[in-house]
Nanobody, 122 residues
């Protein structure tokens, strides 16, 4: 599966962005999906994940209550709605896919998008 992330940009603190990740192929619903982010000089970190059906989600503590992951299997797309953005959310955001159950570890994902930059100004 090939992934294309989009929707990043520059936003003021407190603002919102919605990231999208479009997948190629006809088996999108066979993949659990995740979002990760990487800030300059830091390790790539887990943000959110969603099961194949969308029935279960997981979030890192720092984004709970602010970010929402969702998917539309008919459109082969996974989303990350980000509200209440903070300067510490600034990073390149990556979507990822796995044919197994979703994971909070980057090593659990075999397929990665190219990343989209999110910059939150204070």
């Amino acid at each position: 599966v090939q992934l294309q992330a989009s929707g990043g940009g520059l936003v003021q603190a407190g603002g919102s962005l919605r990231l999208s990740c479009a997948a190629s192929g006809r088996t999108f619903s066979s993949y659990a999906m995740g979002w990760f982010r990487q800030a300059p000089g830091k390790e790539r970190e887990f943000v959110a994940a969603i099961t194949r059906s969308g029935g279960s989600t997981s979030y890192t503590d720092s984004v709970k209550g602010r970010f929402t992951i969702s998917r539309d299997n008919a459109k082969n797309t996974v989303y990350l709605q980000m509200n209440g953005l903070k300067p510490e959310d600034t990073a390149v955001y990556y979507c990822a896919a796995t044919a197994t159950y979703y994971s909070v570890y980057a090593a659990g994902y075999a397929y990665w998008g190219q990343g989209t930059q999110v910059t939150v100004s204070s």
